[in-house]
């Protein structure tokens, strides 16, 4: 302080401030906001193959929403269906939309897969034709003659075994249909129409999100009015609910801090000059976290914006500590002042950021974002109230005593007093309560608790994956050294699989091998349907029953013969197939080919996880791989806990001896028991992001503590400076716990808890005996 020069400092701040507005301009005139749920999410720690599985599995529902319109009959929902594709086409959103069904992808599949149709067999057909192979024919005469035979009719002539009808309505899901060139469901009295659109950008920019939000609702009221029903579901809309829900949430602790804020610190200081300089902090230490942040990792996400606006209550600290100082000292002064509180607030702010930069160890890129905005956004906001405050506050002088002064003293002198003469009683009561809450914690893992929703989206949801079988996230990654043992490997799965589907463990499944034979079964195919239909005799009888001359059926035999030779390769299957069966193939690298198999309305979990041990077989679980995530740095956060203690503790022995560093350490730790104790009692959620939360516990802990272990005869302001930060950092982190996403909730619960027993033990530090009166505040005289 002996070489500390107000006007070069304050020159070094500007010039700072200066460089981080020239950063600013060239890094966030781009797209720098993150919405997507999955951007959250860490990678998992498991083969590369698995990961690039789960990259496949994902790709198609990240930018697919899916319609779903009802009414009473088809007609009426028909024309719902096409009002909705208008407004779905014209809102610009979407890169596809799918409605009618693509008569030219099915005329293209039709073309490359006819000539094969001998030895593409699906399961019941190869069944059949095993067991039974007049009950091929005879089932059917039994479908042609039916009313519905008529449709199938004019397939006859180019398809008279109806081998290849057969095959390709195996592939279609047995609950829908095709009405007026569209897919169609039935649920009771109601019929569905289906509307698939994919989002022209997978990363949608905000106003977007709330033009797709809007899109939905005011579609739902449009069709609700004519009579009909929508459902609407898929990853963008999750997104765009939670980006809405997070918009309010950082309006809400943003707007909510900054009025707390500014009603205290004009009820304290009576004086808009403190209130500006107090808004200068801020400012600079969030225009700093997030244009650093921005720079640093390319997009940061709208949680870490809900983070940062509780950020306000915490780097407002240091401008209360500083300001609150100045009642305690009729000579004060802003160089004086600062000498005296400079070993508080570098200690303060290391502790904080110590707390900040362990967030930073964890696997979530949310909270690595948050650890890095946050601990900028201290350091920039620290670095304003050291270099500017001082020639900004020359000649301001209080004239007052605030009247928050006068709560402070009676927080600061009676409340330890008290607790001193009921120790014995108070300090069996608080192990109580800690020991009872911390025996009810219990650690929930579920990945699932990141993202939160509306119940009527999740009712959508649940409908839809209902009526149309959608895939769930579970599924297996199946290998082998080639082509052939991939075959083989995952057959051997499908038989397993249609055992589990006749004991109502699982709805149905999707697999390549299901549809594309290797060429080995694909020439058994051929021999079966030889052996069975054609040298029998049974297709030249069969045909002439329906009436086919002798040179329809000998053009027959002779289109047969010709197929002998020939095999559909796997390349050519996949040209002719839809989008969501190529994704199931994942392709052949290094001497191993790979694919998935999809599973829809799964029930028993644990009988599909225990078919992993078949040969080149992989379960593969998503949301468990990220929950066993979860719960794996849940234990390795506590160890991280335990050693950031032991670090500040081992500092504040290098500045404050041993009894000392013990003394200022009582306070966070009493703090973050009670934070876990109270999570206990009152049931809250108990995992990773409490453990993070008690990191921040630590940091603010000890700068309560420390800034009353070296008060001395300041604990008068001391008492004002902690109370109004307490204050208003219980406004920010206090109003977290209103969030609707429950890991942030948790954590606003958690610090809020924190904070408010570390205000209420850190009075207990810095007064060799507590019985003993304090000396009175001095009068400060003075004009504002």
């Given amino acids: 302080m002996n070489a500390y020069l107000p006007r070069l400092s304050a020159g070094i701040w500007l010039l700072g401030m200066l460089l981080l507005g020239v950063l600013g301009f060239n890094t966030l005139n781009r797209d720098w906001l993150e919405t997507g749920f999955l951007a959250l999410l860490p990678k998992i720690e498991q083969r590369p193959d698995v990961a690039e599985a789960i990259e496949r599995h994902n790709a198609l529902i990240n930018r697919k929403v899916i319609w779903l319109i009802g009414a009473s009959g088809s007609e009426r929902a028909i024309a719902n269906a096409e009002q909705l594709e208008k407004r779905v086409r014209d809102s610009g959103l979407f890169g596809s939309i799918m409605m009618k069904v693509n008569q030219e992808q099915g005329i293209d599949q039709y073309r490359r897969l006819f000539a094969h149709r001998y030895r593409l067999l699906d399961p019941e057909t190869r069944r059949l034709l095993k067991a039974q192979p007049q009950g091929l024919f005879d089932r059917n005469l039994e479908m042609l003659y039916s009313p519905a035979g008529q449709l199938q009719a004019v397939m006859l002539e180019h398809d008279p075994l109806l081998l290849f009808w057969r095959y390709m309505n195996a592939q279609k899901p047995a609950n829908l249909n095709l009405e007026q060139g569209v897919v169609t469901v039935r649920d009771g009295q109601k019929v569905w129409v289906l509307l698939q659109a994919d989002l022209d950008n997978g990363r949608l920019p905000l106003d977007k999100l709330e033009k797709l939000l809007q899109l939905s609702r005011n579609a739902a009221a449009e069709i609700q009015k004519s009579g ?62 997030l244009v650093v942040s921005v720079w640093m990792f390319g997009k940061i996400h709208i949680i870490t914006l809900v983070f940062g606006a509780s950020l306000i209550g915490v780097v407002d600290d240091y401008a209360q500590h500083y300001l609150c100082d100045s009642f305690g000292d009729r000579d004060w002064n802003p160089r004086k002042g600062l000498a005296a509180i400079f070993p508080a607030l570098f200690l303060g702010l290391i502790s904080n950021l110590l707390s900040y930069v362990g967030l930073g160890f964890s696997p979530f890129p949310g909270l690595q974002e948050v650890a890095l905005f946050s601990a900028v956004g201290l350091f920039a906001a620290w670095l304003t109230v050291v270099l500017l405050f001082p020639l900004l506050l020359a000649g301001f002088r209080f004239a007052h005593e605030p009247a928050l002064l006068k709560l402070a003293l009676i927080w600061e002198r009676r409340w330890p007093d008290w607790a001193f003469n009921n120790r014995r009683w108070l300090g069996a009561s608080v192990l109580i309560v800690l020991a009872g809450g911390m025996v009810q914690l219990a650690p929930r893992d579920d990945v699932r608790l990141l993202q939160s929703a509306s119940p009527a989206l999740l009712r959508d949801a649940e409908k839809i994956r209902q ?28 038989e397993k699989l249609d055992a589990l589907i006749r004991r109502d463990a699982l709805k149905s499944y999707e697999g390549l091998s299901r549809y594309w034979p290797d060429p080995e079964t694909q020439q058994s195919d051929y021999r079966l349907v030889q052996r069975t239909l054609f040298d029998s005799g049974l297709v030249k009888r069969y045909m002439a029953d329906l009436g086919f001359d002798r040179a329809a059926i000998a053009a027959e035999l002779k289109t047969f013969a010709e197929a002998e030779r020939g095999t559909l390769k796997l390349e050519d299957w996949l040209a002719a197939a839809d989008a969501g069966k190529r994704s199931l193939w994942l392709g052949c690298t290094e001497g191993r080919c790979a694919g998935i198999v999809a599973l829809s309305r799964i029930r028993d979990a644990s009988a599909l996880a225990s078919l992993e041990a078949l040969p080149g077989v992989v379960w593969v679980d998503h949301v468990e791989e990220l929950s066993s995530l979860f719960a794996r740095y849940r234990i390795r956060a506590s160890v991280l806990l335990f050693a950031a203690f032991a670090l500040v503790s081992a500092g504040l022995c290098f500045k404050f001896g041993r009894r000392g560093a013990l003394t200022v350490m009582s306070i966070p730790l009493v703090a973050s028991l009670a934070a876990l104790a109270l999570t206990g009692w009152f049931n809250q959620l108990f995992s990773l992001f409490n453990l993070f939360a008690l990191l921040l516990v630590l940091g603010i802990g000890v700068d309560y503590a420390a800034f009353f272990y070296l008060a001395g005869e300041r604990r008068t302001s001391t008492s004002l400076a902690v109370t109004l930060s307490g204050l208003t950092t219980l406004l920010s982190f206090g109003l977290l716990s209103v969030s609707s996403t429950e890991i942030v909730h948790a954590f606003g619960f958690t610090v809020g808890v924190g904070i408010m027993a570390a205000m209420l033990a850190a009075p207990l530090i810095g007064r060799e005996n507590p019985l003993q009166e304090p000396k009175a505040p001095r009068k400060i005289a003075g004009n504002i």
Wanted: no cysteine.
């Fill in 228 to 289: 009909g029903e929508l459902r609407v579901s898929g990853l963008p809309l999750f997104t765009a609910d939670g980006a809405e829900s997070a918009r309010q949430e950082i309006s809400t602790v943003g707007i909510g801090s900054g009025i707390g804020i500014v009603l205290l610190f004009l009820w304290t200081f009576r004086s808009i000059r403190p209130l500006l300089l107090s808004a200068a902090a801020i400012a600079s230490g969030l225009a700093a976290a």
């Fill in 467 to 494: 009526l149309l079988q959608l895939r769930d996230n579970q599924f297996f990654l199946v290998s082998g050294k080639n082509q052939q043992e991939w075959h083989v490997n995952e057959q051997r799965l499908l």
